[in-house]
């Protein structure tokens, strides 16, 4: 299904970008580009709204990013987050105020919102529509996780999400280390809380959907969560889990097609560090220059492309080595316990570490 603003017009002196994939670095890019009067056509696979497997915290993206692609409205009434308390196996290892409020907001109201404001600035959004996975020259990649090739020779990732109504919390986030996983709870819209863990994979049986969420943290060790879990009213309709697909950053493994990506489908953070919304948001914005002079017919789509390629690399190449040698540590028993003391001890350097997947 086409949607188009009544207002939307495109200039004939620009060429238009084709964008696969309506999520965050998607839309946000749309909009960002209209602000330009670059034409933009989206083509989203699936259709809004709809619930996505996510924490819900975005955290690090600037106000001036958020301008730079016209999208800052978008949350003005989400949660503001200041507070953390990081637990391992149910017992409070840190707690501390966020250097910055991050923002609490479901992605089932972000996603449509960007896509009605992507619809507002002009941009041509087509649901139900999924582009074949080739090179095209003015097409932008921003299709989100990829499958890891590694599977299914390797255990590798499952993420689980659901909202929970009456959670009480003992801070805006809290996060729950335990045996290979770790859960997310942050506060959202209306009262609920996000609840989204992301575990290595394992038999989930025949479980229902609440009860293999709760499983799956059981088998973190994180049985007080658990409990506590019980108590609350989960939202079943918001329940949904992705596996399968690969963190990190490109490899030699990966396919290289020759296509221009951002957001995840050019590399993804571990989840653990609640920056690859806003790591999707910076993708967008450091694409519009490029895109922009492509558009115009100033540079060529290969140098395009490969301006992009090191604009990303430049930006997210310190915080993916720092989130990929920190991630493998929260999953493992002895660095846990090790991090568990230095909490407790008040040694664990939170801020400098924040800052570092920034
Ligand atoms: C368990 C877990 C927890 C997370 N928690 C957080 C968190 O708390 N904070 C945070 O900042 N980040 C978090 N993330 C990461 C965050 O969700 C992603 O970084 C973010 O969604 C990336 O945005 P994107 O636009 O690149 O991809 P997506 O938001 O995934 O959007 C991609 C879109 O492309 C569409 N698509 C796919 N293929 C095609 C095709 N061929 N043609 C057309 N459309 C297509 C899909 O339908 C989808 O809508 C988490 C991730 C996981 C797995």
Redesign the pocket.
Known sequence: MARRHPHASFPDLKDTVTI???????LSLASGLRLRGVPVTV????SYPRH????????GVSADSLDALGIRDVFHDARLLESVAWFSRGRKIHSDSLPEPAYGISRYRL?ERLRDLALEHGAVVHEK?????EPVPGQVW????RPDPLFPKFRV?M?L?CHFQGLPLEADLEMHLGRDGYI?L?RIEDGRVNV???FLKGHGGRLSKIELLLDYISRTGNEALVKRLRAAEPDLGSFLG?AD?KLGERSASDDDLGLCE????DR??P?FT???????FQGAELALDPLERWSSGRISWDECRSALRSALDGKFHRRMQTASLIHPLLLRSAYRRLIESLGISGLLPFRPLLSLVR
């Open positions: 696969a994939g309506g999520g965050l670095a998607g083509h989203e696979a699936g996505r497997v996510c924490g819900e915290f975005i955290s996603d529509s999924r582009l074949p996975r921003a299709t989100g996780r990732w993420g999400k997310g942050a989204c863990g992301l992705v697909f951002i957001g995840d489908a993804m953070i989840p609640g920056n690859g919304m806003s790591m999707a």
